[in-house]
């Protein structure tokens, strides 16, 4: 079974930092490519940076130069470090892992920025 599991949310003032983690199992971790996605209130849920099994990074164009996300292979987790948060960045953050026709999500953590 797999599971995906969030952590590292919460409240944060603007111009604060968080480090969301995201523990895997049940999956051969190391082939799949990771993802942090996100969703505000009334918004759809957008790609906010996404790592290859390869190491390849990409970000949405309202998070670069401030998010770095990262993976530990041999602890099967992937991180979204979040500098210079601002309240639109607000919303809750889900993992995503998928490697060809398998995809799977976390619960999703909760990320509040406000003063």
């Known amino acids: 079974q797999v599971q995906l599991v969030e952590s590292g949310g919460g409240l944060v003032q603007p111009g604060g930092s968080l480090r969301l983690s995201c523990a895997a199992s049940g999956l051969t971790f190391g082939s799949y490519a990771m993802a942090w996605y996100r969703q505000a209130p009334g918004k759809q849920r957008e790609l906010v940076a996404r790592i290859t099994s390869g190491g390849n990074r990409n970000y949405a164009d309202s998070v670069k130069g401030r998010f770095t996300i990262s993976r530990d292979n041999a602890k099967a987790t992937v991180y979204l470090q979040m500098n210079s948060l601002k309240p639109e960045d607000t919303a809750v953050y889900y993992c995503?892992?998928?490697?060809?026709?398998?995809?799977?999500w976390g619960i999703g953590i909760l990320v509040t920025v406000s003063e």
């Open positions: 995503n892992a998928y490697y060809i026709v398998m995809d799977y």
